[in-house]
């Protein structure tokens, strides 16, 4: 373990293994770094038995626990999938807030989320185990491409549209919005594409013309797509979304394969599965009369009651007794 001060002045950093304890948090998918920064100065992160502070770095052999508890640090394949927030969820990982994304989500390993959408907006937003995919699409000089379909609450003039593409300055104290793709596609319903994730800034665009958003729906992060994923859902990635995803990011291919883990249940290799769940066999499929004139007959079944040549029977002949399939039927 290693404090902040020992790392930060014109000495290089000897230990190339040592890690700020809040990206380590996200690295192993637990938390986002403001959460872990939060978690710290509470008192509720300790390092080798002792309370942690901000801007300490850990290395492999430094035993991490929160509220008493270890975490067991473990390398795993990355996984990021793809949600459909509905209006009510609110977009945090802590277990005290109500209707928070990961109880919602309810994925079996602990996912982050990246970016936030707020409680009264709808849409994709996306959840990973690996830190660096969190940092890479959050990254503000990338300008990665976020789509919105956004309704407001009166209808927008054209002079407006143009203001909002043009930028605006939404009392953040950052100035003006960057320049931003302003679709219209109905009196009061709009497309919007924007590089920059300020909060609440769609929201804050409509009220500095005069106006009011009903509804927001965010609908592609990047080249990722909702696409017809229902409300309350959640999907894997494909592996083609992987692959662009980390050539977009920069990011170096994992080992392994990219495609979405196999989450469905396995029995294991003793499990004895009882007969009458065995799914019924196929039906042979059979011609209703044989076929008529010369030439070869169809392939898909032979003709009921045919001998083994596969011919049918002359007038007044069926198939014997003793070739005839199954249990004879009784007679009342």
């Known amino acids: ?177 960057k320049p931003c793709v302003v679709e219209r596609l109905g009196a009061a319903r709009l497309r919007m594409v924007l590089t920059e994730g300020r909060n609440r800034q769609i929201r804050k665009m409509a009220e500095a013309i005069g106006n009011h958003v009903r509804r927001l729906e965010r609908q592609r992060i990047m080249h990722i797509r909702l696409a017809d994923l229902p409300r309350g859902k959640w999907r894997h990635l494909s592996a083609d979304e992987m692959r662009d995803l980390f050539l977009a990011l920069g990011l170096e291919r994992p080992k392994g394969s990219l495609r979405p883990p196999d989450t469905r249940p396995t029995l294991p290799r003793n499990t004895v599965v009882p007969v009458d769940t065995m799914p019924e066999p196929r039906a042979r499929r059979m011609f209703s009369a044989p076929r008529s004139g010369p030439g070869p007959r169809p392939s898909g079944g032979a003709h009921p009651g045919a001998d083994r040549g596969g011919r049918p029977p002359r007038a007044g002949q069926g198939a014997s007794p003793a070739k005839r399939r199954g249990p004879p039927s009784s007679r009342s």
């Open 1 to 177: 373990m290693s404090s902040s001060d020992d790392r930060h002045g014109d000495t290089p950093n000897p230990d190339p293994d040592l890690t700020r304890l809040n990206r380590w948090f996200t690295d192993q998918g637990i938390c986002s770094r403001r959460e872990a920064d939060r978690w710290i100065e509470t008192g509720r992160v300790t390092i080798n038995g002792k309370k942690a502070e901000l801007g300490t770095k850990v290395g492999p052999s430094d035993r991490i626990a929160v509220d008493g508890k270890i975490i067991v640090p473990a390398d795993r394949r990355p996984v990021v999938i793809a949600y459909n927030k509905p209006v009510g969820v609110e977009s945090t990982s802590d277990p005290k807030v109500p209707n928070n994304l990961i109880d919602a989500v309810a994925y079996p390993e602990r996912l982050v989320h990246i970016g936030r959408l707020d409680v009264m907006s709808e849409g994709l937003i996306l959840l990973t185990n690996r830190g660096e995919i969190v940092n890479g699409i959050l990254r503000s000089e990338f300008e990665h491409e976020k789509e919105y379909v956004v309704e407001l609450s009166t209808p927008v003039s054209d002079e407006e549209i143009m203001r909002m593409a043009r930028g605006l300055d939404i009392g953040d104290g950052r100035g003006r919005t």
